[in-house]
């Protein structure tokens, strides 16, 4: 097996959590390192725990982020082509944020995809937080970005 990087990486971790955390209590991302080295997967890039961590934070489908550098495997979720992106996301995220942010003091884009995950929206591709982020950021009538990813929604 030749060195991984990205989505690769993060498939072939992913039976490798969920061996070392069949609880999905949460792994530090030290420890996942330390069990795919065990079990032969081959980690590439300069700072293979760098390499990891951002393959896992792209592979949103697969993994789920617990806390500081804890991370847990999910059940895949869909096929990358199904779901809302773009406007059609953006529309949704929208009428939730007037919903849950009525005084208008912004949420950040991960608070608000966790809402629109709670309310049934099936957010499109593998990166659920790099598709709402985006999705915020080009709809520029219906949210402004504030410091540190955080969208207040307009008038």
């Not at 079990?39 to 390499?51: F, L, P, S």
Request: include cysteine; hydrophobic fraction near 50%; charge should be positive.
């Amino acid at each position: 097996m030749s060195a991984l990087v990205g989505r690769a990486l993060a498939a072939a971790v992913h039976p490798v959590c969920r061996l070392l955390d069949p609880q999905q209590a949460g792994a530090s991302i030290a420890d996942i390192e330390a069990a795919a080295v065990a079990n032969g997967v081959e980690i590439g890039g300069k700072v293979t725990r760098q390499t990891l961590s951002s393959a896992m934070n792209n592979a949103q489908d697969l993994f789920r982020w617990v806390s500081t550098g804890q991370w847990t495997w999910i059940e895949p979720a869909l096929a990358p082509s199904v779901g809302l992106s773009g406007l059609a996301l953006a529309e949704e995220a929208y009428r939730i944020a007037m919903r849950s942010d009525p005084q208008r003091q912004g949420l950040d884009y991960e608070a608000l995809k966790a809402l629109l995950v709670e309310a049934g929206v099936i957010i499109k591709g593998p990166s659920q937080g790099r598709t709402v982020y985006r999705s915020l950021v080009a709809a520029k009538r219906w949210f402004d970005l504030v410091p540190s990813g955080v969208f207040r929604w307009k008038l």
